[in-house]
């Protein structure tokens, strides 16, 4: 009897398993906020079709401030980085979906906004490092380290996009 070809049967599956679906935590900084920036801002990440899982205004603590950048703790440029990011209302979101966390680092674009590409938020609507509206975590890790430390239980919400079959074949 002739074998089945079990990969044609499992590889399918074993391929969509292996795109890992990752979340990432982005946040509209002060400057964002304060500059009108928020519907821009929010309306990329929804226009590319990754999922909202989370959204809110809110005032951090210099606690969770330095929490949040506490890798950076070393650097010259900290103390003036806490004041920046508690010194108004930050939007926080979470995004899920595969690849997000790559994904949207591009398409926040390079730390300083002189140097990030035209079609980025920096390169599009900053001209500072120091101003530079958005934050975007660096790995999957990170992205839920930082969606731990932002939201709370019952912030995050459930569901599916009608839009799904849509964006994937
Ligand atoms: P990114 O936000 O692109 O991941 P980093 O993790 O290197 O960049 O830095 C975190 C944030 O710290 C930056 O987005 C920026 O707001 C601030 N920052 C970084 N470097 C400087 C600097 N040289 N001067 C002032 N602020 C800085």
């Known amino acids: 009897r002739p074998r089945r070809d079990l990969t ?11 795109e890992q679906v990752d ?9 964002g906020v304060q500059r ?8 990329r990440f929804e226009k590319k079709g990754f999922l909202l899982k989370g959204l809110k205004l809110f005032e951090c603590t210099k606690e969770l401030a330095e929490e949040h950048y506490k890798d ?12 920046y990011i508690t010194s108004g209302p930050v939007v ?6 595969v690849g997000v966390v790559a994904s949207a680092r591009k398409l926040i674009g ?20 120091g101003r ?10 990170n ?6 430390l932002w939201f709370k239980e019952g912030e995050l919400c459930q569901w599916t996009q009608v839009q799904v079959p849509w964006l994937r074949e």
């Open 8 to 18: 044609r049967i499992f590889l399918p599956h074993l391929v969509a398993s292996m």
């Open 23 to 31: 979340q990432t935590y982005i946040m509209i900084k002060p400057d």
């Open 36 to 43: 009108g920036l928020v519907g821009e801002i929010i309306s």
């Open 72 to 83: 950076l703790r070393e650097k010259p440029f900290f103390p003036k980085l806490i004041d």
């Open 92 to 97: 926080c979101m979470a995004w899920e979906g």
């Open 110 to 129: 390079a730390t300083n906004p002189l140097q990030a590409e035209p079609g980025t938020i920096r390169g599009d609507l900053a001209i500072q490092t």
């Open 132 to 141: 530079n509206v958005v934050h975007g975590s660096d790995s999957p890790e």
């Open 143 to 148: 992205g839920l380290r930082e969606i731990e």
